[in-house]
């Protein structure tokens, strides 16, 4: 059913398709929710924090257009799914968490369940990741109020950038920012969105 819910989104990308099939979603869960890891609806992951609902993960993932080649950074580990998607169609993921503990209990998920192209840290993903900089994909799954400019910089020329983006949870779009050889950047939206606010680290 989540299948052909993400395939009728226009997600029709078989590496994507693939890749979600494969990740064992309620491993990323808690267990009181495991029953319901395959519905097509964000979870609680604790400290008011939730796991997309695999529609969203889907067309995210489709929208990025990756290679296996490509080096994705991604803002807010969450539980780790995503990066678990991404691991498995990208040569590496580099996934910033800014809650401590979940950063902690993704990495070990994470290195259990063999994903051993992930490296997760805990830190503020408004700085990015600038020593392992420039990267050609980078994905938000939390929300800023617009697309922070250190991550701008982080992206490499002929990069993309997916990020629901707003000031409110109740006025966010998902938007696609791509940067040309130039460095130029240019954005549009997407759909609209409801996920939790990018948090700033102190």
């Known amino acids: 059913m989540v299948r052909e819910q993400i395939e009728a989104r226009g997600v029709s990308s078989p590496e994507v398709l693939s890749a979600i099939r494969a990740v064992p979603r309620h491993l990323f869960v808690p267990r009181e929710f495991r029953s319901a890891a395959y519905e097509d609806r964000p979870l609680s992951i604790g400290y008011s924090q939730t796991i997309s609902q695999p529609v969203i993960v889907g067309l995210m993932t489709s929208l990025l257009e990756t290679q296996r080649s490509h080096r994705v950074l991604e803002i807010g580990t969450g539980s780790g799914y995503q990066a ?114 990018m948090v700033p680290g102190k």
């Open 84 to 197: 678990a998607v991404l691991s498995r169609i990208v040569k590496q993921v580099y996934s910033i968490e800014i809650i401590e503990a979940l950063a902690n209990a993704a990495r070990a998920r994470l290195e259990s369940l063999g994903y051993s192209n992930v490296a997760v840290r805990a830190g503020d993903g408004y700085r990015g990741w600038p020593e392992a900089a420039p990267f050609d994909r980078i994905i938000l799954t939390s929300a800023p109020p617009e697309v922070p400019q250190a991550l701008v910089g982080q992206l490499k020329p002929g990069g993309r950038l997916v990020a629901p983006v707003g000031r409110s949870p109740f006025n966010q779009n998902l938007i696609v920012l791509d940067k040309d050889d130039a460095g130029r950047t240019k954005q549009h939206s997407v759909i609209p969105v409801r996920f939790v606010p």
